[in-house]
Each structure stands twice: as C-alpha cells, then as structure tokens.
C-alpha cells in the first residue's frame, strides 16, 4: 500500500494567516492527490483533485500543488469556517490511502 | 445535485454482520464506481472498497475476506457487508461517488455517515 504522510498533525492559525500543510506519498504517484476537508459531525468534502485542480464549489482561497512524492494544500487567507481537519488522498492505485490528518485549530 | 443516504444498523454485537446501504438521488448512478470509507474513533479515514454496476469490485486488501459490495443500479443502491465484525470495526462509515475526470479518481459526493459500534 502506498503511505501518505501529513505533516504537521495539528496547527493552530489565525482568521487572515497563509497555510500550509504537506502531504509526502511513499512512493511516485504522479499527481494522483487529492485534498478533503473535514468537520465533526459532517462529511469530508473534496477542495482539491489531481492535485492542483479546484473542486467546483471550492473557495479560491485553497490551491494545492505538487508531483510526485511532495505535495502542498495552501488557504491564502483563513476564514472562520475553514478550521477542521484536512486529509490527502492517493487515488494513483488501489487501495486508496488517507493522510493521517491535520488538525487545523483556531490560535 | 446528487444526494447519498445511507441506513443500517448501528449497534453489533462481536461475529455479526455489518450491513448499510446507500441511496442516490438527483443524478446518474450508472457508470460510476460508488466507494464506502470509514473512520474509526480518533484515528484517519481508511477506504474500504468500490463498486460498479457493471459488477466490477475492487477491495482493500486488509478487509477483503470479510468484505462485499454490491450495487442494485434498478433501486440506486450500492450496499456494504463487512462480517465476522470486532471491536476494530467500530467506526462512522460513509458512501461516496467516485469521479474520474481525464482518469483523476476522487469521492466528489459523500453520504451522512452511519455511526456503527460493535459491543457485546
């Protein structure tokens, strides 16, 4: 299987702060990479697919980018509504792997 | 805008059979891989398997001797089986459309989440 690694594992940020959050596959996979947003209670929503396309729906403000084994979601400006937490997904082969996920918290 | 609702029982005891199923609405079901994801308590979301009306089925190897998914594409259904259940399969399990733009899988819709614990 193919192990996606997050880093960092939580983050504390303010309303207006620039974010990143890494996403390191074990091995090559292109820019099969997929980004998903996750709130308690609620199901993950998708805001970024291949890596740097934007899911439509999504907020400008979330871009993603990356090949390879190293890949980057960014929020240029953070919202109120966008602390939650945040996984990566390889979609290059079966089975599809998860990021262990990064806490986005409210400083 | 297509719309996944999923049902099934929330509370097993240990050796039974877990068994949801997920209705779509609002859009094509045909032609679509429909996927089931779950998230066990504190921990990440770990894809369980898809399938197609077409009959195909792909699985994870770490469930697939206890797994089965099938899809009744005359009611817009997609069902999960997972038998033999522990303790371990306590998690929320969702439903989800797979899209494949140009062949970039990705779960573009996803059901409510059925919160199943295994007690005895």
């Known amino acids: 299987d193919i192990q996606m690694t997050q880093s960092p594992s939580s983050l504390s940020a303010s309303v207006g702060d620039r974010v990143t959050i890494t996403c390191r596959a074990s091995q090559k996979i292109a820019n099969y990479l997929n980004w998903y947003q996750h709130k308690p209670g609620t199901a993950p929503k998708v805001l970024i697919y291949a890596a740097s396309n934007l899911q439509s729906g999504a907020p400008s403000r979330f871009s993603g980018s990356g090949s390879g084994t190293d890949f980057t979601l960014t929020i240029s400006s953070l919202q109120p509504e966008d602390f939650a937490t945040f996984y990566c997904?390889?979609?290059?082969?079966?089975?599809?792997?998860f990021g262990q996920g990064t806490r986005l918290e409210i400083k | 805008q297509v719309q996944l609702q999923q049902w099934g029982a929330g509370l097993l005891k240990p050796s039974e059979t877990l068994s949801l199923t997920c209705a779509v609405y609002?859009?094509?079901?045909?032609?679509?891989?429909w996927s089931w994801i779950r998230q066990s308590p504190g921990k990440g979301l770990e894809w369980i398997g898809e399938s197609k009306d077409s009959g195909i089925t792909n699985y994870n190897p770490s469930l697939k001797s206890r797994v089965n998914i099938s899809v009744d594409a005359s009611k817009s259904q997609v069902s999960l089986k997972l038998s033999s259940v522990t303790a371990a399969d306590t998690a929320v399990y969702y439903c989800?459309?797979?899209?494949?733009?140009?062949?970039?899988?990705?779960?573009?819709?996803w059901g409510q989440g059925t919160r199943v614990t295994v007690s005895s």
């Open positions: 609002g859009g094509s079901f045909s032609g679509y891989y």
């Open positions: 997904q390889q979609s290059y082969s079966p089975p599809y792997t």
């Open positions: 989800a459309r797979v899209l494949s733009p140009s062949g970039y899988d990705y779960f573009d819709s």
